[in-house]
């Protein structure tokens, strides 16, 4: 897959980097607000590797003591569709139990891999397990969950951009945009 001009793959931009950064230190706010009563604060965990900018932007916005781990998760592979099929590639380094857990994720989508993840989280015995994710497509859930935060509602297109990627790629551009329908069609 070449991609000579990573911009002109863009149909539309859905988020700029100004809406992104005010609507992060909203959750951040809130995130702040809701933790403010626990003495040891909170840990982050980033789901690898979409979340990475989102996590790097709504940890600096969170204003408790907050310790970051990172998780890798696949169940998407290149494709456009979850398969379905959840597997740890790589486990946070830190021990979650009786730790609050924020699961940082770029999107909801099927829903199926948070669903998954926050019962083998669970098993962990943490003191709590809450999912903060940028982006939710409420229209594709397969299963029932939702975010306890949620930067913005998205309605059912693919998009990429601030860690969101397209075959891996894409994932640098500073906003979210909905790749065109020709990008993934020609492959
Ligand atoms: P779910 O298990 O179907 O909720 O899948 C969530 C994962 O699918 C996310 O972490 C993304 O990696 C990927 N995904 C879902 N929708 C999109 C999209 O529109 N663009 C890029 N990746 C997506
Ligand atoms: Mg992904």
Same mark, same amino acid.
């Given at each position: 897959? &070449?991609?000579? +001009?990573?911009? #002109? ?69 290149? &494709? ?23 699961? #940082? ?21 943490? #003191? ?20 306890? !935060? ?18 891996? !790629?894409?994932? +640098? ?15």
């Amino acid at each position: 897959m &070449a991609i000579h +001009n990573m911009r #002109a793959d863009i149909d539309h931009i859905l988020l700029t980097e100004e809406d992104i950064e005010r609507r992060v230190k909203e959750l951040g706010a809130q995130i702040t607000q809701d933790y403010a009563q626990y003495g040891d604060g909170v840990l982050i965990l980033c789901i690898l590797k979409g979340a990475c900018m989102f996590f790097t932007d709504i940890a600096r916005a969170i204003d408790v003591p907050v310790q970051l781990d990172f998780m890798g998760i696949s169940s998407y592979g290149d &494709a456009q569709k979850t398969s379905g099929i959840v597997r740890i590639t790589k486990d946070c380094d830190l021990s979650i139990r009786g730790k609050h857990v924020i699961i #940082a994720e770029d999107i909801m989508d099927s829903g199926l891999t948070l669903n998954h993840l926050t019962h083998l989280l669970s098993a962990r015995e943490p #003191a709590s397990v809450r999912i903060c994710c940028l982006l939710d497509k409420p229209e594709r859930r397969e299963c029932e969950i939702t975010p306890d !935060y949620c930067g913005f509602v998205i309605p059912n297109e693919f998009v990429v951009g601030y860690g969101l990627d397209y075959c891996g !790629y894409y994932r +640098n551009l500073p906003y979210v945009g909905v790749l065109k329908e020709e990008v993934y069609s020609k492959k």
